[in-house]
């Protein structure tokens, strides 16, 4: 047994479904699956029903996130071509913004060519709070183009490929304010993984990549270009990927650290390096108060078999299924709380606070 101490990790990017399709999830069991992973902060993303891009929608979740929540949260904005202006007004509830430039689940993509919407918002929204795109490939290049001449900062999530992580190598080297993350599922799987993946199964936006995508993932982080692991949390239930039109994404909020350590122990990184990754740079990226007397107690010797079964997801599946992993978290304490220990949340619903009502008192 080796047990380390972490910080509370955080998690920048999660579905946690609620409102609207509690079926896949809701902000108990999304939050629990946090915990066990051994995160103490989530920030949801806005494409749930009704999606959260007005005040109506925003109160509609944040009621039910501050009833339900066992970790602190936080949500973002959805951005949309009418919410510019109006957007503005919900400032002091959110974490952020999150514009979809490219193929995703739910209402909320910006046609890729509207160059006006994607401008305006980068012109209006707050210097001084983050704002996420969904952008792939072109619309990589059109994210950190407009937040640079509109002097603002931007942060592209799960980014898959070489092509965009060289694109943003490189505006970062002319001291662009450019920051990424990388889902642990584009640094584990790829294409060739089609193989043993049921149809539905591969279903993932950004979709899953060569292996020349993933080992310049790899690279990426090794080189310190790549500044937090998001895992991207998309349940979904398995009677939804095996029909037709499965919907995209992965359960990962349980296994995110176990895999990441993996990389530790096959040489991608170093447990220095892991750190910021999973927890420093999001805190400063995302402006996120501190959690005092937070401590996430991992046993870094400790075998286990991935079974969905044992999850606190409510989705029920895993797509890492029968993997053997190393190093489990052990006990999370939060904000002086025992949150997390032998395998139990503890920390009761409602525990969870908003980062955004943190950060402003
Ligand atoms: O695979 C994905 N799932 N990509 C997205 O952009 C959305 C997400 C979801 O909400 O299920
Ligand atoms: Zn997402």
Redesign the pocket.
Known sequence: MTIIELPGLIDP?V?LREPGATHKEDWDTGTQSALAGGITTVLA?PNTAPPIVDADALKLTLDAAAEKCRCDYGIYLGATKENVQSGLALTDRVAGMKMYLDDTYGTLEIDWRDLTTLNAHMAAWPKDMPLVCHAEERTTAAAIMTAFVNDRSVHI??VSRKSEIDIIRAAKEKGIKVTCEVGPHHLFMSEDDFEWLAPGYREVRPRLATKADQEALWQAIADGVVDCIAT?H?PHLPSEKDRENPSPGYPQLEVSLALMLRGVQEGRLTLEQLIPLMSTNIRRIFNLPEQPDTVVEVDLDAKWIVKAAEMKSRCGWSPYEGWELKGQVKKVTLRGEVAFENGEVTAPKGFGKNVAELRNK
Do not use: E, G, T
């Open positions: 990017h579905h993303m999530a799960h991207d998309a």
